[in-house]
């Protein structure tokens, strides 16, 4: 940290508050609910978790401790994409062992899930967890995306743990890594290892949410630094009224970041998956409807605007996803790859392949914009699949909306100028210096890791409740990672996963999206958030996700 | 402000400081130096400016004042692209006005300098500029582009001026505005006109500078803001270990963004255009010198990087300057251009207009990717001409190293894998909220326009000394824009213009870019500045362009 900035040498000194509850250990009790609390059995879980379906959640609470404060070993790993924050669980945990017991130990597995499979670990000591409070990115340690699902990564992870002497392993993730922590657990306490895994929910996008899980780590940073950008477009559009703004966002999955962004900017339109998914909307339909908003606004004297699109929407519209998926099983087939690969004019590549398409999707792919074409045919993975995350889908729509626009204008219907920009806003916000409420609840996250292991449970995720509250009042503890679980297919195969948390279109915050997204349309009511700021008015510095804020009002916190 | 975010609110509250100087205007007296201490006589730009050709550098200092405060009567204009700023130029102009005499007026003409053609005012009230201190983008008149330079644009501004009874006109802008501001001050004068006319100093690109302008508002806060995100990134991919960002950065003339970028940041290369245009680098060249750092990085086992290019880059490469002036002449011509859009075939286009380049054109245009050819080709304007800022620099450059890449990697010296990520940050740092740096600055400059007018000066750019000092000392006064003017062509005619600034390639600025790189690309000395605060310790909120810093410790300041 030879060349620290002069904020994070500024944040490196900020130390999180902790819930007030986590304060003193020794009075730290446990109270633990029955599993039908949760949810209604599902049998195919159970049968696959015999020895970890069984747990009710639990809640940390003044009274007797379960078991007396130990020294402790334990690994900790972080899993997939960054997000702000991850270096504050680890920071947490870390704490907590020490609290508990100064001869504890923390080992970080290095580049992700593939640092168990090969025992590669490094101490977490004071020195080095001190070079990276409160700080950004995963670079401590690393993160990978290997996963470990099948018998033979199980038993590599088991012998490392049993070659570290594990008592705890401690998992950083989203949906799928928290799957593979679950059946961890399970077959851990099946081969009668004394390791017990917890899970930590990350991932910027928001998607691992529940009743449990009021919001994952990192998205409230991810938000706040697209938000800064999203409303310094807004304001330079208002300024020179001649651009139009189309801004991609990350997450293809669900479309909880764009919503979240647009409660608190107020874009002109925000499109939204899960909303395009349900109404079976076309890339014809979207195009008409982003015209006329620009028709109607052109009309008002309006030739700028903001537009912001969430990166998975092109596989939500019907006939793009038929056409990939018909792509994808065509390129699939060595002699078209060859047919294919041997011309050399891009013109008749296409021609080819537009052959062997249905003719519904030989229509929809001779439609597109000829670099949304090229991206179909190019960008493919070694298996011959589309690539969906390389379409520009704000590119795709800049170009349908420029024609239907042309076509409008020569039917004197539009009189306007349309001067589109487009962006992508995602890696910018995944190692960003985590806002004060991720830098809180990462570190609280952590902290509760260790207190759930000393308590000897495993397949649990710490979850921390009561997050609009003021940390102090916090609520700390633990929800069986099998309560999140459903069997969905996958590969043609019905398998327990984590679920997803998309969109609900009858939740709070999507219906404050609809009640004002036509004003939003017309009038120019955009918000400019600004920076993320760590020190200064509470108000400023500790602002809250909208989204976060709406579901609390509607639902209530567990007793 | 209905919806101002907690963060707006808290800026609108903050007062910037003034230099003591201007603390006490009843005893702020003026000093006047000799023009012949600014320059070498210029005989072409005298003859230009007969009037206001003979003036030299003034400072405001303690003493008696030249002229009595008075009730004046001021426009103000935002010229060109937003920087941020522009509204706290505003308000320290206001602020001086109702200090010097409170029943002075400030009017601001809508929309940039057509706002002053078409007398199109709104007058500047404490009840909207309240709204507006400290605050990003130009949305509170707007800004424009048009320029006032033929003899019936200075008649119709002469009129305006007449008409609203200016005793001053502030122009806000560029190199450009602020020789259209000289032309206007040399003709009212001419013209008998009370309207004294002062220029501030605008632009991110950071162009506009020189011995007596220290640095142009704006640049600081815009570059803050791209450091943040590409601090950002450079966390990103040391974390993630497997993606090479290329960002490109605003600024087409010059490469002070990159440079000043680079220099917080520490990229693994930064490309500065006026460097390359010395060496005469060619793309070839270019592409070489990336793919070899990649290739190095990789045997080192460093799939990741971040790469930085000036978005004027490409007009500094003179195989592809040459292809885009003849491609902008051929594209004139009426028979090419319909001989070309009657093919329906873009691999027809090219191979048309190949035939018609020269054979060094041709070749280089053959060799170009496919988008970057279809860039060409389509994006023009209707004059046939190329749109430079439309071509996407940073993916040809990705393109032609993955082809350079994929040929080492056949010859068996290159065995990484290189998955390149695109960003172009210009737009989203232009409105930016301002830095307390930009705050200060601007609201001095602003406060200074009002004094020069009060002064009777004319034709001069309000300037401020002793940047790198606190603000309590800066030096302020003026200088004449004809001393900042030279002859150079343009569409054929010699005419007189503000000097851009390009990066000084003896300066210290670029000098301690080579004293570093080297390391830097090997080396992942990555800087992390994170978001701009305003407030806390006050070398966060306090931090300045390190160009400034090195410049200043260069040259001194004027006496």
């Not at 799957?179 to 004394?194: P, R």
């Not at 597109?368 to 379409?391: C, M, W």
């Not at 539009?414 to 962006?423: C, K, N, Q």
Request: charged share 20%; net charge neutral; with cysteine.
């Amino acid at each position: 940290m030879n060349h620290a900035s002069p904020l994070e040498l500024s944040r490196l000194r900020y130390q999180p508050p902790l819930p007030r509850i986590l304060l003193s250990l020794e009075h730290l009790g446990l109270r633990a609910s029955s599993p039908s609390e949760l949810k209604e059995g599902c049998e195919s879980i159970k049968q696959l978790f015999p020895r970890t379906y069984n747990q009710g959640p639990i809640l940390f609470a003044a009274g007797e401790p379960e078991a007396k404060s130990a020294r402790l070993r334990v690994g900790v790993v972080l899993s997939g994409g960054q997000a702000p924050g991850g270096h504050n669980v680890i920071a947490g945990l870390y704490d907590a062992l020490k609290e508990l017991h100064p001869g504890s130990t923390l080992l970080g597995f290095r580049g992700g899930p593939a640092g168990i499979l090969k025992n590669e670990t490094i101490e977490i000591t004071a020195a080095l967890i001190d070079n990276y409070r409160n700080l950004g990115g995963f670079d401590m340690i690393g993160s990978g995306r290997t996963k470990i699902e099948g018998q033979e990564q199980l038993l590599a992870s088991l012998a490392t743990a049993d070659r570290c002497a594990l008592d705890g392993l401690v998992i950083i993730g989203g949906d799928d890594s928290n799957t593979n922590a679950a059946h961890l657990a399970e077959f851990f306490l099946s081969a009668g290892s004394k390791t017990r895994i917890v899970g930590v929910p990350k991932t910027i996008d928001g998607d691992l949410k529940s009743r449990e899980i009021e919001i994952s780590f990192g998205h409230d940073t991810a938000c706040k630094v697209y938000n800064e950008l999203i409303g310094n477009l807004m304001r330079d559009a208002l300024s020179a009224r001649k651009y139009y703004h189309f801004v991609k966002l990350m997450g293809r999955s669900a479309s909880h970041i764009a919503l979240e962004c647009a409660l608190k900017t107020h874009p002109n339109l925000v499109l939204i998956g899960e909303e395009i998914a349900a109404a079976k909307t076309i890339l014809d339909g979207l195009t008409h409807q982003i015209a006329t908003l620009i028709t109607e606004r052109s009309a008002a004297g309006k030739e700028f605007g903001v537009i912001l699109i969430p990166e998975g929407l092109i596989e939500f519209l019907p006939e793009i996803g038929s056409l990939i998926r018909e792509l994808n099983t065509l390129l699939a087939r060595e002699e078209i790859r060859t047919e294919v690969d041997r011309l050399s004019h891009i013109d008749e590549r296409i021609s080819v392949l537009c052959g062997h398409l249905s003719p519904d999707s030989a229509l929809c792919f001779a439609r597109l914009p000829y670099t949304t074409q090229a991206e179909l045919l190019f960008e493919r993975d070694p298996h011959g699949n589309v690539q969906v995350s390389k379409i520009a889908t704000e590119q795709l729509l800049i170009a349908t909306v420029t024609h239907e626009l042309a076509k409008r204008a020569a039917a004197g219907i539009y009189r306007g100028s349309f001067h589109p920009v487009h962006h992508f806003f995602g890696y910018e916000g995944r190692s960003a210096m985590p806002s004060q409420f991720d830098c809180q609840y990462t570190y609280a996250l952590g902290y509760t890791s260790a207190l759930l292991i000393n308590a000897h449970l495993t397949g649990y995720m710490a979850t921390i409740h009561n997050l609009t509250q003021p940390c102090d009042v916090w609520q700390v503890g633990g929800t069986p990672i099998t309560a999140l679980m459903q069997m969905e297919e996958r590969k043609g195969k019905r398998v327990p996963v984590v679920k997803k948390a998309l969109v609900d279109l009858q939740g709070p915050a999507f219906k404050t999206l609809v009640r004002n997204r036509a004003r939003w349309a017309k009038d120019d009511l955009f918000g400019y958030p600004g920076p993320i700021q760590f020190t200064g008015p509470q108000e400023v510095v500790g602002e809250l996700p909208l989204t976060l804020i709406l579901e609390s009002q509607g639902a209530g916190t567990i007793a």
